[in-house]
């Protein structure tokens, strides 16, 4: 018998869809010891979450997420808010002996961060669950390929290469949380070069030792208002950030991250080149996974994986028959469902970063900021 598993949820726009889905899904698809009880939503707007409540089946609703500490129903809280909004519920929920899963960027900045570790750190000790919603590791050919890699399949890795490219942010987009530095910590960085650098870090099983160099730039300074489109507001925070790294056993890294680049939507793409062969992806394609093995010059080339295959492909046995195919929102559900497997005490399909594992995501941020900033290069041994 699976046991109602009551959640709450803060923020109810872009990713309060994605996880109500993810938190409704869940249970229907995969056998779980724990069901999603969808208990409160809190937002900021109450007409609109009252709608939103009731469209996704959310029991109750407030404009307060501190009411959420009160219920002491609800096991675990799901922030879906701008990154400034990140620490303190999530450190007041822990707090209240809740697990938390928060969404990514862990915060805006190193220092909230910080802190959110440190309490995570504390949480822990009395057996609370952190989780961070890095959802690309939830792509099964991304959780293929940190198996194939973990197997040895690549041997020792020589080189990561990650972009991350989106092309919605010119100046005709309107001023929102995303591009003011005070709310989101930084623009494309935190947003996209985050992905890249967990996805890096999940893959090759190792932490990023240096910087070597990094460029930030911003391009669009100013952006209309969204209530006074004729009135304009200051852009402050990077359109694109490039760096190069080094990871501890000795892989050159290289990530960019742009919201200026036409041509791309949501092209998050990494590869990685190991002594005995390459993986690759590209979420614009992301049933597939690439592999080129180094066995026989003749023969050796892109070999094209569909990661659709129930029992040999990680999560697909709970969808659909072979080739009919999983989109974005697979990835959220499939990571609710190992968020409720590890709460009730069983493996995930793939590891789950918690916040001592997002710190450390934005520790490697941060380091490319300080390089980018002073010109430099920066060891993560300097970056606390
Ligand atoms: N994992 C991913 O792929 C992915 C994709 C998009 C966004 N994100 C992250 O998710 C977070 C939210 O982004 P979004 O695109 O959903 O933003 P959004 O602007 O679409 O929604 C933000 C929501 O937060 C609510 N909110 C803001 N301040 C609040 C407060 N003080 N109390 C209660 N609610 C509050 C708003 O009412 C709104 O419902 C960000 O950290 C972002 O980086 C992750």
Not at 84 to 104: D, G, Q, S, T, W
Not at 176 to 184: E, P
Request: proline share 5%.
């Amino acid at each position: 018998m699976s046991r109602p598993f009551a959640i709450a949820l803060i923020g109810q726009k872009f990713m309060g869809r994605a996880h109500s889905n993810a938190w409704s899904q869940a249970a229907r698809f995969f056998d779980l010891g724990l069901t999603p009880l969808l208990h409160t939503v809190s937002a900021r707007e109450p007409r609109e979450l009252e709608q939103f409540a009731e469209r996704w089946g959310w029991l109750n609703t407030t404009t307060d997420w501190r009411d959420i500490v009160g219920y002491d129903d609800i096991e675990l809280v799901d922030i879906g808010t701008p990154n400034h909004v990140h620490a303190e519920p999530a450190i007041a929920m822990l707090e209240a002996r809740k697990h938390v899963a928060c969404e990514k960027p862990l915060a805006g900045t190193l220092e909230d961060a910080r802190a959110m570790a440190k309490a995570a750190r504390q949480a822990a000790r009395r057996g609370v669950k952190t989780f961070v919603w890095f959802n690309y590791r939830r792509c099964p050919a991304m959780a293929l390929a940190q198996r194939l890699v973990r197997e040895g399949k690549l041997g020792a890795i020589r080189h990561v290469r990650a972009h991350y490219l989106q092309d919605w942010g010119g100046p005709t987009t309107p001023l929102s949380w995303r591009f003011q530095r005070k709310l989101a910590g930084s623009g494309a960085h935190g947003d996209l070069n985050a992905h890249i650098v967990d996805l890096a870090r999940f893959l090759v099983g190792e932490e990023v030792s240096e910087v070597h160099g990094a460029l930030a730039r911003t391009f669009v300074h100013e952006r209309p208002l969204p209530d006074a489109p004729r009135k304009r507001g200051k852009s402050d925070v990077d359109d694109c950030v490039l760096f190069l790294a080094s990871f501890a056993g000795g892989a050159t890294a290289s990530f960019e991250a742009s919201r200026l680049a036409p041509g791309h939507q949501n092209d998050n793409s990494i590869e990685l080149n190991g002594e005995k062969g390459s993986l690759r992806f590209s979420f614009e394609n992301m049933n597939v996974l690439e592999l080129c093995e180094v066995s026989d010059k003749r023969t050796d080339g892109w070999k094209r994986i569909m990661c659709t295959a129930a029992g040999l492909h990680p999560y697909a046995a709970a969808w659909w028959p072979d080739a009919h195919v999983l989109g974005y929102e697979h990835g959220f559900v499939n990571m609710a469902a190992d968020i409720l497997r590890v709460l009730d005490g069983k493996a995930p399909e793939a590891p789950l970063p918690d916040f001592e594992d997002a710190y450390q995501t934005q520790r490697v941020l941060e380091a490319a900021l300080l390089s980018a900033r002073e010109r430099c290069a920066i060891k993560l041994s300097e970056v606390k």
